[in-house]
């Protein structure tokens, strides 16, 4: 069976002492296995990034960029076979691994901006023959933890930016679908990023542990579930770390009575159901103002849902594939009892779902629950599933509030015709993401992505701008040129000039 292993120094190596299954979640079958690293592989690929660091500090930033301008080609020109092995192992069709890498590929031009993102910032004559100015250098070696469900744009997110700040890093990704994510690092060499400076290390919790606990870390940026997230927050900051720790999320579209509804509607349904629901930034609650809104809603959903298609990866015509694990698929599957038990009504029931030719992959058809109220299960957890809640408010300001109330605030957007309601909504719901008619509003890679709330632990959001300051250090230099001749005094009043 073909064994995943770690790149590390530039190397494939294998540490074969622990593995796990990879599964085709659209067939259900086991077909390969991933190395769990060790402590010590962990702490190789640490050593290969430790050593790689001095060199690449010292490269200057249109360098290290431009070995993102042809990492970015050789994405582009390996696009295929990338989609094809997030298919495998996640289960995305085609159309959608091509969506995931294009984010993932803004990301890497982004980074190519480098040399003018990292110019600083310079002040002339702050005081007598005196300049001063503030540079940014990076931090050393950085490491990256990924979920499963972006196995490609997650990571590039991370490493881009911060491998062209000067930093060298060590990736742990997804043990569950861990191929793309290691082809697409292996082409870093490809593009002439020096041995070392990019290290992958498959694994599960010893190798996260390794990187929390390796003095030599200096920050940790996470992608995952909030519990996981705020555990990685809390040990990497009591070790001293930098740490952005981003988490779930159950993200509330609300559907105001002057809604253009068949518009909303198709909204709703590509981003509750795309991938399976598997996004942090899935629509999972639809709020409608209203019941005329809100009987519209489910009415015109209801039929919109017969149309959806369920299947494996590899078939285009389908609209999302399968669940990332059977586990998974059966804890969404329980989701779906629970609320039919707490009082809500299952409106389409996607439990049953079956695909002629895989019987054993991990799908669950798209399932619309209406009647949800909160302190339900469905609505209090992240389900990260095909599932959408409707929920009955009367007032817009009843939505914002229950929107503000749920622990999670990672992204939101409101359907409306009304330009006064969605700018009151913008400015005032406590949600790091907003869309106005835009279900999905996933910022584009020169602005920064996070949420708030148990969305996000730390202070600084993932890509775009932010990352400059989370991958840099901030050093600020003050320098004098005194003309000759000038004899000094010790002055004992605090500096004012
Ligand atoms: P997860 O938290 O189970 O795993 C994420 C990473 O943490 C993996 O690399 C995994 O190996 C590691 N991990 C898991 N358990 C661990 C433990 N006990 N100790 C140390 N490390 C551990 O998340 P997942 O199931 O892979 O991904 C889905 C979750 O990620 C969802 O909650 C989703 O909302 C979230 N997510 C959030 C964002 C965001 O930007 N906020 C983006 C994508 C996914």
Same mark, same amino acid.
């Given at each position: 069976?073909?064994?995943?292993?770690?790149?590390?120094?530039?190397?494939?190596?294998?540490?074969?002492?622990?593995?796990?299954?990879?599964?085709?979640?659209?067939?259900?079958?086991?077909?390969?296995?991933?190395?769990?690293?060790?402590?010590?592989?962990?702490?190789?690929?640490?050593?290969?990034?430790?050593?790689?660091?001095?060199?690449?500090?010292?490269?200057?930033?249109?360098?290290?960029?431009?070995?993102?301008?042809?990492?970015?080609?050789?994405?582009?020109?390996?696009?295929?076979?990338?989609?094809?092995?997030?298919?495998?192992?996640?289960?995305?069709?085609?159309?959608?691994?091509?969506?995931?890498?294009?984010?993932?590929?803004?990301?890497?031009?982004?980074?190519?901006?480098?040399?003018?993102?990292?110019?600083?910032?310079?002040?002339?004559?702050?005081?007598?023959?005196?300049?001063? &100015?503030?540079?940014?250098?990076?931090?050393?070696?950085?490491?990256?933890?990924?979920?499963?469900?972006?196995?490609?744009?997650?990571?590039? &997110?991370?490493?881009?930016?911060?491998?062209?700040?000067?930093?060298?890093?060590?990736?742990?990704?997804?043990?569950?679908?861990?191929?793309?994510?290691? +082809?697409?690092?292996?082409?870093?060499?490809?593009?002439?990023?020096?041995?070392?400076?990019?290290?992958?290390?498959?694994?599960?919790?010893?190798?996260?542990?390794?990187?929390?606990?390796?003095?030599?870390?200096?920050?940790?940026? +996470?992608?995952?579930?909030?519990?996981?997230?705020?555990?990685?927050?809390?040990?990497?900051?009591?070790?001293?770390?930098?740490?952005?720790?981003?988490?779930?999320?159950?993200?509330?579209?609300?559907?105001?009575?002057?809604?253009?509804?068949?518009?909303?509607?198709?909204?709703?349904?590509?981003?509750?159901?795309?991938? *399976?629901?598997?996004?942090?930034?899935?629509? *999972?609650?639809? /709020?409608?103002?209203?019941?005329?809104?809100?009987?519209?809603?489910?009415?015109?959903?209801?039929?919109?849902?017969?149309?959806?298609? /369920?299947?494996?990866?590899?078939?285009?015509?389908?609209?999302?594939?399968?669940?990332?694990?059977?586990?998974?698929?059966?804890?969404?599957?329980?989701?779906?009892?629970?609320?039919?038990?707490?009082?809500?009504?299952? /409106?389409?029931?996607?439990?049953?779902?079956?695909?002629?030719?895989?019987?054993?992959?991990? +799908?669950?058809?798209?399932?619309?629950?209406?009647?949800?109220?909160?302190?339900?299960?469905?609505?209090?957890?992240?389900?990260?599933?095909?599932?959408?809640?409707?929920?009955?408010?009367?007032?817009?300001?009843?939505?914002?509030?229950?929107?503000?109330?749920?622990?999670?605030?990672?992204?939101?957007?409101?359907?409306?015709?009304?330009?006064?309601?969605?700018?009151?909504?913008?400015?005032?719901?406590?949600?790091?993401?907003?869309?106005?008619? /835009?279900?999905?509003?996933?910022?584009?890679?020169?602005? *920064?992505?996070?949420? &708030?709330?148990?969305?996000?632990?730390?202070?600084?959001?993932?890509?775009?701008?932010?990352?400059?300051?989370?991958?840099?250090?901030?050093?600020?230099?003050?320098?004098? &040129?005194?003309?000759?001749?000038?004899?000094?005094?010790?002055?004992?009043?605090?500096?004012?000039?």
């Amino acid at each position: 069976m073909n064994l995943i292993g770690h790149l590390i120094n530039g190397e494939i190596v294998t540490d074969a002492a622990r593995t796990q299954d990879v599964y085709n979640p659209s067939t259900g079958a086991a077909e390969k296995q991933v190395a769990l690293a060790s402590q010590a592989t962990v702490e190789q690929a640490i050593a290969a990034a430790q050593e790689a660091f001095p060199a690449w500090r010292n490269t200057p930033p249109a360098k290290r960029a431009r070995v993102m301008f042809r990492f970015k080609q050789l994405l582009e020109d390996n696009a295929e076979k990338i989609c094809e092995l997030i298919g495998q192992e996640h289960g995305k069709i085609s159309h959608d691994a091509m969506g995931e890498l294009q984010r993932g590929i803004e990301n890497v031009e982004y980074a190519c901006y480098a040399p003018e993102l990292l110019k600083g910032e310079h002040s002339k004559n702050v005081g007598p023959a005196i300049d001063s &100015w503030s540079e940014f250098q990076p931090l050393g070696v950085v490491a990256g933890i990924t979920p499963f469900n972006f196995p490609a744009m997650v990571p590039l &997110w991370m490493y881009p930016m911060a491998i062209v700040c000067g930093n060298t890093f060590v990736l742990k990704p997804s043990e569950r679908d861990p191929s793309s994510t290691l +082809f697409i690092a292996e082409l870093l060499k490809e593009a002439g990023l020096p041995d070392g400076v990019m290290n992958v290390v498959n694994g599960d919790k010893e190798a996260v542990d390794t990187l929390l606990n390796d003095s030599r870390i200096e920050a940790v940026s +996470f992608v995952g579930s909030t519990p996981i997230a705020e555990y990685i927050y809390s040990t990497a900051n009591a070790n001293g770390k930098r740490c952005q720790a981003l988490g779930g999320a159950k993200n509330h579209a609300i559907v105001m009575p002057d809604a253009d509804m068949n518009n909303a509607v198709e909204a709703l349904t590509g981003a509750a159901f795309g991938s *399976s629901g598997e996004r942090c930034m899935a629509i *999972s609650v639809a /709020v409608a103002v209203g019941d005329e809104a809100a009987d519209a809603v489910v009415r015109k959903l209801r039929q919109r849902m017969e149309t959806l298609k /369920v299947g494996a990866f590899d078939n285009a015509s389908n609209d999302f594939g399968p669940l990332i694990t059977r586990q998974h698929a059966d804890k969404v599957k329980g989701y779906i009892a629970s609320a039919a038990e707490q009082g809500a009504n299952i /409106v389409v029931d996607g439990r049953d779902a079956q695909v002629e030719g895989y019987t054993d992959g991990f +799908f669950v058809g798209g399932t619309l629950i209406d009647g949800v109220k909160p302190g339900m299960s469905c609505y209090e957890e992240e389900i990260f599933g095909p599932v959408l809640c409707v929920m009955r408010v009367n007032t817009l300001q009843e939505a914002m509030d229950l929107i503000d109330a749920h622990e999670y605030g990672n992204g939101t957007c409101i359907f409306t015709r009304d330009g006064e309601a969605a700018r009151y909504f913008s400015d005032n719901i406590k949600v790091g993401m907003v869309g106005i008619n /835009v279900p999905l509003p996933v910022p584009v890679s020169y602005h *920064s992505f996070g949420g &708030w709330k148990r969305s996000l632990f730390g202070d600084l959001h993932a890509y775009g701008p932010d990352a400059v300051r989370f991958y840099t250090k901030r050093k600020t230099v003050t320098q004098r &040129w005194p003309a000759s001749g000038i004899q000094e005094k010790a002055q004992f009043a605090f500096p004012s000039e």
